[in-house]
């Protein structure tokens, strides 16, 4: 993989990817749905390593969505949870080494309580060498995330006269965070899925027929090759 070939320079600062085609990866094999969440899993940590290692300091992925929770079949979600325990138990100790700092956007605290342990768990673990901040959305949705941001803004009886976009953005989830630069949506789908609506404001849209779980670093790469090639004029 040519990675050198990449301009450091140029990178993106956060990049967010909007994780699909993991069913539609499986029935293509005839396998069960959850054959194909665990295989969109093992390369989303492909995908982890890989920006980890080229210098990308943000990553965030589109996980479940406060629609997915509530309109998928009850034993998927269920796969999903368990899916999701095993992840944080295996790489927990993993990422902690390797400098991989996981967070979560959204509201988590829905779940079920095995679910919400585990979670709390890596969010508690102290990263000493950090590389990358992984973010991923739980339980999420851009629209519920401004109006819950709105909410904190009200109770915390900030006067109107001192609502701008700066203030705003501090009370999103990814507060302290750069917006992200690139949004990347496998899967052949062209929409935005309530996925981070404040943030993407200025990012670059990079679309693909691939299904994520096909989608390796080598195709990553691609990507970020069609990102350089942007002329970014940020609305100018």
């Known amino acids: ?3 050198t070939k990449l301009d450091p320079q140029k990178l993106p600062k956060h990049i967010a990817i909007i994780m699909d085609g993991n069913r539609r990866w499986a029935r293509k094999r ?10 969109g899993a093992q390369n989303l940590q492909k995908i ?21 929770w509530k309109k998928r079949s009850p034993e998927e979600v269920k796969g999903i949870f368990n899916l999701l325990i095993r992840i944080v138990k295996e790489k927990a100790e993993e990422y902690r080494k390797s400098g991989v700092k996981f967070f979560v956007l959204g509201n988590f605290q829905a779940f079920p309580l095995k679910v919400k342990e585990a979670i709390k768990k890596i969010l508690k673990m102290v990263v000493v060498d950090e590389k990358i901040q992984f973010n991923v959305a739980l339980n999420y949705g851009g ?19 001192k609502i701008n ?14 917006d992200p630069d690139l949004i990347i949506r496998p899967g052949g789908e ?12 200025y990012a670059e ?9 096909d989608f390796t670093p080598k195709k990553m790469e691609e990507a970020l090759y069609w990102f350089q090639d942007r002329e970014r004029r940020m609305g100018k």
């Open 143 to 161: 629209r519920d995330e401004i109006v819950t941001a709105i909410k904190e803004i009200v109770k915390d009886k900030v006067p109107a006269s």
């Open 30 to 39: 005839g396998l069960p749905d959850g054959k194909g969440h665990e295989a």
């Open 165 to 178: 976009e700066e203030l705003v953005s501090k009370y999103l989830y990814t507060k302290d965070q750069p």
């Open 205 to 213: 849209l990079y679309f693909t027929d691939t299904l994520w779980p």
């Open 190 to 201: 062209f929409r935005l899925s309530n996925f981070l609506l404040w943030q993407m404001s």
């Open 1 to 3: 993989m040519a990675k």
């Open 48 to 68: 982890v390593a890989y920006c980890r290692d080229i210098g990308i300091k943000h990553l965030t992925v589109y996980a479940l969505s406060t629609e997915n």
